[in-house]
């Protein structure tokens, strides 16, 4: 079943105006700033904000009335990110298209997410660098890479906490590794097929 297809089916039963997503295998390395994110919160639900990526975002980008966020340019890459972010649960309804994997929803997403109003926010660098929400390592993704241990991201962090994995079973991702070729032909024709799916009113 997709991955935006079971967000959906699980945002139909959450009673809530807003949630946090943070995918499974970001692991925290520290605790999590309680207060900032309640701040950020108070903000965002009192002016129905739609989107606040809780790390720090390529421009452009603008600024915005709220302390330590900017305002995400109409035309800057990664409008949708999931990287840990708070989302008005209406509106993530709204730009979930069934059929997208989560880089077809932050490709595609990105693109939707022009024709709409809705100002979409994230931290400034200054802010998310010193006051990390959620402190977990974003060097070349999270945990894991296709199915494999990213092994600067968890051998230093499971070992500092106590944590025994037989890394064996999924084995790590190594530099050396590639990723598999399509054919030419077979890659061109299920982009274009991507994009109409996700494009379309």
Same mark, same amino acid.
């Given at each position: 079943?997709? &991955? *935006?297809?079971?967000?959906?089916?699980?945002?139909?039963?959450?009673?809530?105006?807003?949630?946090?997503?943070?995918?499974?295998?970001?692991?925290? #390395?520290?605790?999590?700033?309680?207060?900032?994110?309640?701040?950020?919160?108070? *903000?965002?639900?009192?002016?129905?904000?739609?989107?606040?990526?809780?790390?720090?975002?390529?421009?452009?980008?603008?600024?915005?009335?709220?302390?330590?966020?900017?305002?995400?340019?109409?035309?800057?890459?990664?409008?949708?990110?999931?990287?840990?972010?708070?989302?008005?649960?209406?509106?993530?309804?709204?730009?979930?298209?069934?059929?997208? *994997?989560?880089? #077809?929803?932050?490709?595609?997403?990105?693109?939707?997410?022009?024709?709409?109003?809705?100002?979409?926010?994230?931290?400034?660098?200054?802010?998310?660098?010193?006051?990390?929400?959620?402190?977990?390592?974003?060097?070349?993704?999270?945990?894991?890479?296709?199915?494999? &241990?990213?092994?600067?991201?968890?051998? *230093?962090?499971?070992?500092?906490?106590?944590?025994?994995?037989?890394?064996?079973?999924?084995?790590?991702?190594?530099?050396?590794?590639?990723?598999?070729?399509?054919?030419?032909?077979?890659?061109?024709?299920?982009?274009?097929?991507?994009? &109409?799916?996700?494009?379309?009113?």
């Amino acid at each position: 079943i997709p &991955w *935006s297809r079971l967000i959906h089916r699980t945002l139909e039963v959450v009673n809530t105006d807003y949630i946090v997503i943070l995918l499974d295998d970001f692991f925290l #390395q520290a605790p999590v700033h309680e207060s900032r994110l309640q701040e950020i919160l108070q *903000s965002t639900v009192a002016d129905k904000l739609a989107h606040v990526l809780l790390t720090d975002a390529p421009g452009p980008n603008l600024a915005s009335p709220y302390p330590g966020l900017v305002v995400r340019g109409r035309r800057a890459p990664y409008r949708f990110s999931l990287q840990a972010g708070l989302w008005r649960t209406d509106y993530l309804l709204s730009q979930l298209r069934d059929h997208e *994997s989560p880089w #077809q929803f932050e490709r595609w997403g990105s693109i939707r997410s022009r024709r709409n109003r809705e100002a979409l926010y994230a931290l400034e660098k200054a802010e998310f660098h010193s006051r990390p929400v959620f402190d977990y390592p974003m060097t070349g993704g999270g945990g894991l890479v296709r199915g494999r &241990w990213k092994r600067d991201n968890v051998e *230093s962090l499971f070992q500092r906490e106590g944590i025994a994995i037989d890394y064996e079973v999924r084995g790590f991702m190594e530099p050396s590794d590639s990723v598999p070729r399509q054919s030419r032909f077979r890659h061109m024709w299920r982009k274009a097929w991507d994009a &109409w799916l996700s494009l379309r009113p």
